[in-house]
């Protein structure tokens, strides 16, 4: 609940500078864009079965190089996301703005390459002329490739407000690397122990959490040397990380 409280309080700083019901548009196809963080969308089998969140989730899992064990989909229910995480956002938004704008939950499969949800939601806008994007935590990348494939893509955003995104990297994401320690995402009658063990054999074949991983950047942005993370000084990331038991073959720079 802090945290969704603090996702308010910044999302309604951000508004107070992009004024989007007296933004100028030229046409009524509009959309404002919840882009979610990772594991806040929801997943299922193509046959129906929810497996994030569920028991079902160690149905996620991934093969080495990266792809889905299981056929699986993203899909949206209640415009909420998993874990209802986003549904104070949506319901915010809707009351305020729809019907002039489309309130629209962008929904991604968050283990893949982030550049894939980036085409997914060009796809999606495709129908758009102006949109506004909402994007929180990693969403904030999948924004910034939608951005950066083509001018058009630019042209008709008019916004984009990042909330929380690690757009050099972020420390945190090694911890749960290297232990799977993520247990505020803890699906219900889940063993903890066994569930963090399964994060962390996810997390060592998914493109999505190398992409969260510090970047060069990172270090000469933050000035921060080194990172420590389970008694281990990241005094030279970029030679340490692919060398980690789980970054063997696997590292994405």
Same mark, same amino acid.
């Given at each position: @609940?802090?945290? #969704?409280?603090?996702?308010?309080?910044?999302?309604?700083? @951000?508004?107070?500078?992009?004024? #989007?019901?007296?933004?100028?548009?030229?046409?009524? %196809? /509009?959309?404002?864009?919840?882009?979610?963080?990772?594991?806040? %969308?929801?997943?299922?089998?193509?046959?129906?079965?929810?497996?994030?969140?569920?028991?079902?989730?160690? @149905?996620?899992?991934?093969?080495?190089? $990266?792809?889905?064990?299981?056929?699986?989909?993203?899909?949206?229910?209640?415009?909420? $996301?998993?874990?209802?995480?986003?549904?104070?956002?949506?319901?915010?938004?809707?009351?305020?703005?729809?019907?002039?704008?489309?309130?629209?939950?962008?929904?991604?499969?968050?283990?893949?390459? *982030?550049?894939?949800?980036?085409? =997914?939601?060009?796809?999606?806008? %495709?129908?758009?002329?102006?949109?506004?994007? #909402?994007?929180?935590?990693?969403?904030?990348?999948?924004?910034? =490739?939608?951005?950066?494939?083509?001018?058009?893509?630019?042209?008709?955003?008019?916004?984009?407000?990042?909330?929380?995104?690690?757009?050099?990297?972020?420390?945190?994401? #090694? *911890?749960? @690397?290297?232990?799977?320690?993520?247990?505020?995402?803890?699906?219900?009658?889940?063993?903890?122990?066994?569930? /963090?063990?399964?994060?962390?054999?996810?997390?060592?074949? %998914?493109?999505?959490?190398?992409?969260?991983?510090?970047?060069?950047?990172?270090?000469?942005?933050? $000035?921060?040397?080194?990172? /420590?993370?389970? $008694?281990?000084?990241?005094? *030279?990331?970029?030679?340490?990380?692919?060398?980690?038991?789980?970054? =063997? =073959?696997?590292?994405?720079?």
């Amino acid at each position: @609940m802090r945290k #969704i409280m603090c996702f308010m309080l910044c999302l309604s700083l @951000m508004f107070g500078v992009v004024d #989007i019901a007296n933004a100028s548009s030229t046409t009524s %196809s /509009k959309a404002i864009v919840i882009i979610p963080g990772i594991m806040g %969308s929801s997943l299922r089998t193509t046959s129906g079965t929810t497996v994030w969140v569920s028991t079902n989730y160690t @149905m996620l899992g991934l093969s080495e190089n $990266g792809t889905s064990i299981y056929s699986l989909e993203s899909f949206d229910s209640d415009h909420y $996301g998993a874990f209802d995480i986003y549904s104070t956002l949506y319901t915010a938004l809707y009351s305020t703005y729809h019907p002039e704008y489309d309130i629209i939950f962008f929904d991604y499969d968050f283990r893949l390459n *982030n550049a894939s949800a980036a085409t =997914k939601l060009a796809t999606e806008l %495709s129908g758009y002329n102006e949109v506004f994007l #909402i994007a929180h935590s990693m969403g904030g990348l999948v924004a910034s =490739k939608y951005l950066a494939n083509s001018a058009a893509n630019r042209a008709k955003t008019k916004a984009f407000i990042s909330i929380g995104t690690p757009f050099v990297g972020s420390a945190k994401c #090694i *911890n749960v @690397m290297d232990n799977g320690t993520l247990l505020e995402f803890l699906p219900e009658n889940a063993n903890p122990f066994a569930y /963090k063990t399964f994060v962390k054999n996810l997390c060592s074949c %998914s493109y999505a959490a190398y992409q969260l991983l510090p970047t060069n950047k990172y270090y000469t942005t933050t $000035g921060i040397y080194p990172i /420590k993370v389970g $008694g281990t000084n990241y005094s *030279n990331p970029m030679a340490q990380l692919p060398n980690a038991n789980w970054g =063997k =073959k696997r590292m994405v720079v």
